[in-house]
């Protein structure tokens, strides 16, 4: 049976023990970034028919691998959410195995496609392809990790982000059909096939977020 909400004892779980963790991270993968995919997530489980606990941990545990390296977060995160004897409370051994993989894949640069359906809800989500989130986003990783960097060359590492990533030929790809990120690419998409309009965007954010 597909219900509208988790379990409110994982939830009351996930918000007190999981959730506070993310303060420490930068801002690009913050609580607010935790809450965002949480709630693109779930709206995901109204197409797919997915199990709706099982979403909403594996959102809530996405990124805790940011406590290591970021270059291998993915996986880390995976072994955090395995080893987490406290999820068995409303997991199988299966379920928990099915969750780490997701959790493992859903990096968007990740060289195969996602393991399980629940791996392509996870990645469609963490996604968030708003383009003002995504161009804060940017902003707020490269303001926090390179602080030595001048605007100019924070407007290069910028620029070719979105270009690697979000462009008709980046490596980002989308794995839910009929998923909002469809129509929030192709406006994605619009802005950064325009230099002038991408750099208008960098400069606004930068102005604002460099001041801080």
């Known amino acids: 049976m597909i219900t509208n909400s988790p379990s409110l004892d994982l939830v009351e779980f996930v918000e007190t023990n999981i959730l506070p963790q993310y303060a420490q991270f930068d801002p690009a993968h913050n609580l607010e970034h935790v809450t965002r995919v949480i709630r693109n997530a779930l ?5 797919t028919g997915a199990d709706i606990n099982m979403v909403y941990a594996i959102a809530a545990y996405h990124d805790l691998g940011m406590s290591g390296p ?5 996986l880390t995160g995976g072994k955090i959410l395995a080893a987490d004897a406290r999820l068995k409370r409303w997991f199988s051994t299966e379920q928990i195995r099915v969750m ?5 894949d859903h990096r968007a640069s990740a060289s195969h496609a996602p393991r399980s359906l ?3 809800i996870i990645a469609e989500a963490d996604r968030d392809i708003m383009p003002e989130v995504v161009f804060r986003r940017t902003v707020e990783f490269g303001l926090a990790n390179y602080p030595e960097l001048d ?3 924070h407007w290069q590492r910028f620029s ?10 980046g490596y980002i790809r989308l794995w839910i059909p ?3 990120n469809e129509q929030r690419l192709k406006e994605l998409r619009a802005v950064i096939a325009h230099p002038a309009l991408l750099r208008k965007e960098f400069e606004r954010l930068y102005d604002e977020l460099a001041s801080k």
């Not at 970021?70 to 993915?74: C, D, F, G, W």
């Open 43 to 47: 709206n995901l489980v109204r197409i």
């Open 70 to 74: 970021r270059a291998v977060h993915h």
């Open 100 to 104: 780490r993989e997701a959790v493992e």
């Open 118 to 120: 629940y791996g392509k």
């Open 151 to 153: 605007r100019e060359h």
């Open 160 to 169: 070719q982000h979105m270009d690697e990533k979000y462009s008709v030929n």
């Open 178 to 180: 009929g998923s909002p």
